[in-house]
């Protein structure tokens, strides 16, 4: 009987509120435009790699050629769309990779001036350096410098295929690792690895965008070899997640002028190539 009431009085609300509730807009015509373009120079060397080449994309269509900072681009938005997504994809350095993305009205005749010269706050850039492996004697030396012991949680923000993490809990005992790596591939590679080793008990393997990671609190030690562009990008959320005495050790990249390294040291060591290379190791104390 309550059942019954409780329909009848919401029965009469319900075919008063959905239909407005629900009610979509009629499909606009497609609007065509023209964009200028202002674009981030790309350091891509075709020679060198053919991966490292900008790409740029509107709608999901390709207009890379010509390649250039300055690209005007006449663009017809899909049937009930006054939108379009605009992606850069460019290499400010030969080791990172920067995806940019902006979303932009279609208006008027006038041409649209839009500039992908600067992250867009609204759409965070996708921030991807290229996975080059720290040879073991230096993994060694991060180690080292970083203080890792049995009480130690490391991450490896950028993780490749393990060797931090899995150096950290074998050699160093650390008491756990972990190691966060924006490619699958490689955190399958990581987890087949950690076996091998016999340290899949201590050392975990997450695939995540590490610019998504809002917290490190869990770790007391953070190990990276990351580029500038993310290094800087994660500074913030390190400094303000990770715990006092917490240590963070870079291969090569540093974390700007108003974060100085408290030590920095050079070693040589082989490069993955056997030929012996100079290497520089900074480490900085959460205080
Ligand atoms: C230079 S390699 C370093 C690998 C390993 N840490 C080492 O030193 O041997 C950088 C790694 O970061 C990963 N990476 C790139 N962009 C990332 C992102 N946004 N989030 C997480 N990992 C990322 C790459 O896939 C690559 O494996």
Not at 158 to 162: A, L, R, T, Y
Not at 171 to 174: K, L, N, P, S, W
Not at 212 to 218: H, Q, T, V, W
């Given at each position: 009987m309550r059942r019954v009431l409780a329909l009848a009085f919401l029965l009469p609300f319900s075919i008063l509120v959905a239909p407005v509730g629900c009610k979509k807009d009629p499909p606009k015509d497609p609007t065509t435009g023209n964009l200028v373009l202002l674009l981030p120079e790309s350091k891509h060397d075709p020679e060198y790699s053919k991966d490292c080449v900008s790409k740029l994309t509107v709608d999901g269509k390709?207009?890379?050629?010509?390649?250039?900072?300055k690209r005007t681009l006449q663009i017809t938005t899909t049937a009930g769309n006054d939108e379009v997504k605009i992606e850069f994809s460019f290499w400010p350095q030969v080791y990172t990779n920067i995806i940019r993305t902006k979303q932009i009205k279609i208006v008027g005749d006038k041409p649209i001036e839009v500039d992908l010269r600067k992250e867009d706050p609204a759409n965070p850039d996708l921030i991807k350096p290229i996975y080059v492996p720290t040879p073991a004697a230096v993994v060694a030396e991060m180690c080292k410098l970083a203080r890792i012991g049995k009480d130690d949680v490391v991450f490896d923000i950028?993780?490749?295929?393990?060797r931090l993490v899995i150096q950290a809990v074998k050699?160093?005992?650390?008491k756990k690792g972990v190691g966060i790596d924006i490619r699958e591939d490689l955190i399958k590679l990581c987890q087949e690895n950690a076996k091998k080793d016999k340290v899949q008990d201590r050392a975990e393997f997450r695939a995540a965008n590490?610019?998504?990671?809002?917290?490190?609190?869990?770790?007391s030690v953070v190990l990276l070899y990351v580029g500038d562009d993310l290094n800087l990008k994660l500074k913030p959320v390190l400094q303000k997640t990770l715990k006092k005495g917490s240590r963070v050790v870079s291969h090569r990249f540093l974390m700007g002028d108003d974060w100085p390294p408290e030590k920095s040291t050079t070693i040589m060591a082989k490069n993955n190539s056997g030929t012996e290379t100079e290497y520089n190791l900074h480490i900085w104390t959460i205080k």
């Open positions: 390709d207009y890379s050629e010509p390649r250039g900072t950028g993780c490749g295929d393990g050699d160093f005992g650390a590490a610019l998504e990671i809002k917290d490190f609190s869990e770790a």
